[in-house]
């Protein structure tokens, strides 16, 4: 059976490669273009990528795209000019709808690909790129300025102009240029901010895929600045502990009533650099105290209470390592304490996280086990260093007694010698 069906798969893709092959050699519009393409400069011809393109590997052609007619040899006119529903190089204000014909039909694409969505277009027209487009803004992005033309390929192959680590440089393109942008008086600073920010180092220098490119936060194909209540969200969808916690603080709500942009208010949002304790230390930083001025109590006390309560059990925990160590470079036996020391160290991190219920009294139930921890730690480090005490101290009597059991032995080896 298992062979049988290995032979009928082996079958089918013999009889589809011929097809295809043999369609490739009967389609006037390939055979024609290519003896074209000679004459072009490298970047403008159209061969060079097309037969990896997705839409051929899918089996489709020129014509799927253009309309003309494939079969009518070398004659041109019978193959394009004269063809009703041919059409030629699109206009950008008619892309849109010209990959829609097909990406927005879910009967169509769902012979191809049963969960491949169908909502491009119709988002696309609700993104800022496409009302500009509407009104004839021709500095905008469409379909082929995020895709490519002759050469597009599936979103997750390393390739395409969107596989994630891409995404930033295809906006950029547009979004960092002065002339494209001038009209619309928005900055070109996103790309450079957001390379040297947390996620633009995780994505580029680290390779973690899952920090955020450019659309996890704005959207594939609905690019909007994100308002200001959706802002908390998609930070959520990867920062879901410290947004929970911030959903039920007051502050929110007195954020939302301010018409302040939550996350963002404190973090920015392009330039999102990582947080140290010392956001917290008024002086020193001015997270807080770039909206609060110095003299507003209710602020600059809640800051100071979670500073310290954060940094005592920084202190505690340093205090912890220490004693541990002490006690490992006398030779003891401490492997159990380590893993105190690690819960310490998780429960460091949560209260960190914890800050964002901007609840003291929260804060400090969090921290309580993170102090629990250190402490046993540093109990066990104390007791291994007072046993050492005690071995140190019975080996002291027990060289003095071996001395003195040698002198002895001595002494009396000396006397059986004389006699
Ligand atoms: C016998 C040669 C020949 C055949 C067959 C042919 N073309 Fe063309 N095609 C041309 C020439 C010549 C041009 C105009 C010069 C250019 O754009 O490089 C052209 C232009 C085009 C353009 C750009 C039109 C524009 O408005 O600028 C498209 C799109 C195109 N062809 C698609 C097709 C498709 C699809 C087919 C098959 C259905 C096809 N061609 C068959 C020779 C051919
Ligand atoms: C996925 C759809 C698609 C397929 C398949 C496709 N094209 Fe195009 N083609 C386009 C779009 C969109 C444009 C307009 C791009 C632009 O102006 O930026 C275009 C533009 C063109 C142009 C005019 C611009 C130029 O580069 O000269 C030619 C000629 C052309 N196509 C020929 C072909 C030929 C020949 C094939 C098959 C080998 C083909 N196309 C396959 C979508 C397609
Ligand atoms: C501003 C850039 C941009 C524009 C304009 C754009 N796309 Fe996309 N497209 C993307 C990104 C980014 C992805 C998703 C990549 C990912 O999920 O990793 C994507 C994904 C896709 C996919 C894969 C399925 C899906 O929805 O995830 C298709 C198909 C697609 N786009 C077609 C289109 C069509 C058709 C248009 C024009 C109506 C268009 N795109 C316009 C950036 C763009
Ligand atoms: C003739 C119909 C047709 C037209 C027109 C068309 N496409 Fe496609 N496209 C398809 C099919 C079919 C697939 C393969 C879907 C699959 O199996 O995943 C595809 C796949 C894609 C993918 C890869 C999606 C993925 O899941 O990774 C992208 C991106 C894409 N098309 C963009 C475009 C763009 C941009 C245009 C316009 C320039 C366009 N398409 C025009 C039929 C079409
Ligand atoms: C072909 C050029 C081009 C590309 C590529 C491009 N954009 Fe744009 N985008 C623009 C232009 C131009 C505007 C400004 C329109 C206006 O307001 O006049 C814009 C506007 C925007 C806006 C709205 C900003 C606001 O506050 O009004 C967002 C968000 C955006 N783009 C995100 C993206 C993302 C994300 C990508 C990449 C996936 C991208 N763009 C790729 C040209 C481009
Ligand atoms: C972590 C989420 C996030 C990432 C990643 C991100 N943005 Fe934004 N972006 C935002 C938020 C939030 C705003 C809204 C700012 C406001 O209105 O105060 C914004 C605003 C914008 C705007 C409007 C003008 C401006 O600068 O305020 C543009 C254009 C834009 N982003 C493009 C990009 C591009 C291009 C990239 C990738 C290089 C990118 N963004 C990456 C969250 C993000
Ligand atoms: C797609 C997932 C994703 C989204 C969306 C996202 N982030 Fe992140 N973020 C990450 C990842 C992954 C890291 C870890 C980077 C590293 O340290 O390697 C990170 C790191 C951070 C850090 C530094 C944390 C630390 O301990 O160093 C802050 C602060 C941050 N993000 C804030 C935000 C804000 C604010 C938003 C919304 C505007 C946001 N993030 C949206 C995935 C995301
Ligand atoms: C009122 C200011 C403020 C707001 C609003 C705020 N944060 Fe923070 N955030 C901080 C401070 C201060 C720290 C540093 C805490 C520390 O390291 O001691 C921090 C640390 C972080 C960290 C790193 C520590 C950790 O939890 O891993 C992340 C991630 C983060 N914030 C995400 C967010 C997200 C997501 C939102 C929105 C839901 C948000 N923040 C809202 C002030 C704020
Ligand atoms: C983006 C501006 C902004 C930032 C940053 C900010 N706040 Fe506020 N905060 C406000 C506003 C506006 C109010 C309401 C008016 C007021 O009391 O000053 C407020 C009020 C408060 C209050 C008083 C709440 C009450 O019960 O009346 C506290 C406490 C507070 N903030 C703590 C902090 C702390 C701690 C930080 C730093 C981690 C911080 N805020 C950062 C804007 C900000």
């Not at 947390?198 to 450019?214: S, W, Y």
Request: proline share 3%; net charge negative; glycine share 6%.
């Amino acid at each position: 059976m298992k062979h049988l069906i290995q032979l009928l798969f082996f079958i089918c893709l013999s009889v589809s490669w011929v097809i295809t092959a043999s369609s490739d050699d009967s389609d006037g519009c390939i055979a024609c273009h290519q003896i074209i393409d000679e004459d072009r400069d490298d970047d403008e011809k159209i061969m060079t990528h097309i037969m990896e393109d997705v839409h051929f590997q899918k089996g489709l052609s020129c014509s799927d795209c253009h309309g003309g007619n494939p079969n009518a040899g070398d004659d041109e006119d019978e193959a394009m000019w004269d063809v009703d529903d041919f059409v030629g190089a699109v206009d950008k204000k008619d892309q849109p709808r010209f990959c829609g014909k097909c990406h927005s039909d879910p009967e169509y694409m769902r012979q191809y690909s049963a969960h491949i969505k169908t909502d491009q277009e119709s988002q696309y027209w609700t993104s800022h790129h496409g009302q500009k487009l509407t009104e004839n803004d021709e500095h905008v992005a469409v379909c082929t300025d995020c895709h490519g033309v002759h050469g597009i390929y599936p979103i997750k192959d390393p390739r395409s102009l969107v596989y994630h680590m891409n995404v930033p440089t295809t906006c950029k393109r547009c979004h960092s240029d002065k002339d494209i942008m001038a009209n619309s008086g928005l900055p070109t600073d996103q790309f450079d901010k957001y390379k040297s920010s947390v996620h633009g180092t995780a994505l580029f220098d680290k390779k973690d895929i899952g920090a955020p490119a450019c659309n996890d936060c704005h959207g594939n194909h609905g690019a909007m600045p994100p308002t200001i209540l959706s802002i908390s969200d998609i930070c959520g969808t990867c920062h879901a502990n410290n947004a929970e916690l911030f959903k039920g603080s007051h502050l929110r709500e007195i954020f939302i009533k301010e018409n302040i942009k939550l996350c963002e208010g404190c973090h920015n949002h392009h330039d999102i650099l990582k947080p140290t304790d010392e956001a917290l230390n008024w002086s020193e930083n001015e997270t807080c105290s770039h909206c609060h001025s110095d003299g507003q109590d209710k602020a600059n006390r809640l800051a100071g209470t979670l500073f310290n309560i954060i940094d005592s059990l920084n202190n505690k925990i340093e205090e912890a390592i220490e004693t541990v160590d002490l006690a490992e470079n006398k030779g003891m036996e401490v492997s159990e304490l380590f893993f105190s020391l690690e819960d310490a160290h998780k429960n460091l991190i949560q209260t960190r996280t914890s800050i964002h219920s901007f609840n003291e009294e929260f804060v400090r139930k969090t921290s309580e086990d993170g102090y629990k921890a250190a402490d046993a730690a540093i109990i066990g480090a104390e007791q291994a260093l007072t046993e050492f005490g005690f071995r140190k101290k019975g080996l002291i009597v027990f060289s003095l007694i071996l001395t003195f059991f040698v002198i002895v032995l001595y002494l009396k080896l000396k006397s059986m010698e004389n006699k």
